[in-house]
């Protein structure tokens, strides 16, 4: 019984072995891959006699949106993702840095941080992703952003979307979608904390 048990363990690990030179453990699934998005840099900042408020950013995610993954809207409002492709970190994480540098970029503001607004902040400007994915049926990439400026007591809402089109299924060319819309949407932001500022400062 003894002989027995010791033939069929080395009959198991002689198959393992044979298995694993042969290639039948390898994955055939295709590698992962990480696309990464450059941040809207204004070319030329703006100096302002004013004081410069610090400005605390947070971006969070609707439900389904907070993850790495690239989606897609599907018909049928089924919401799938593309196949071994990812962002650096989840889409909340990534868009609040890339904002954040754009801000960085005007000169407006005397200190950037991340997260919702403390004493030691003057300004704080939450958003929320309320639309980041392709669409399928339209060939189109879609973000919409909104939420809200708090400059001391009053709040001012913010709201950005842009649409981008999608030349081929290829993942560069949907990530170059990506990327201008947003830009554009990064535009529309600059354009409206601007606005809140001057605002504010002749208020």
Request: net charge neutral; hydrophobic share 45%.
């Amino acid at each position: 019984m003894k002989l027995r048990r010791t033939f069929l363990a080395g009959v198991l690990v002689l198959s393992c072995g044979i298995a694993a030179c042969s290639g039948m453990l390898n994955s055939n699934q295709p590698a992962e891959r990480v696309y990464w998005l450059e941040p809207f840099i204004v070319q030329q900042a703006v100096v302002t006699d004013g004081p410069q408020p610090s400005l605390a950013v947070s971006v969070s995610a609707a439900p389904g949106l907070d993850t790495d993954r690239l989606l897609i809207l599907e018909a049928g409002a089924r919401l799938n993702h593309y196949a071994a492709a990812r962002w650096p970190d989840n889409i909340p994480e990534v868009l609040e840095s890339l904002l954040r540098t754009t801000l960085e970029s005007t000169g407006r503001f005397s200190r950037l941080t991340r997260g919702p607004i403390s004493r030691s902040m003057d300004w704080a400007l939450e958003l929320e992703i309320r639309e980041l994915y392709t669409l399928a049926t339209a060939r189109r990439v879609r973000m919409v952003l909104s939420g809200y400026l708090s400059c001391g007591a009053s709040d001012q809402p913010i709201a950005m979307q842009a649409t981008a089109g999608i030349a081929d299924d290829r993942l560069s060319e949907i990530v170059a979608a990506y990327q201008h819309a947003l830009n554009e949407v990064s535009r529309q932001l600059v354009k409206q904390l601007a606005d809140a500022c001057n605002d504010v400062n002749t208020g």
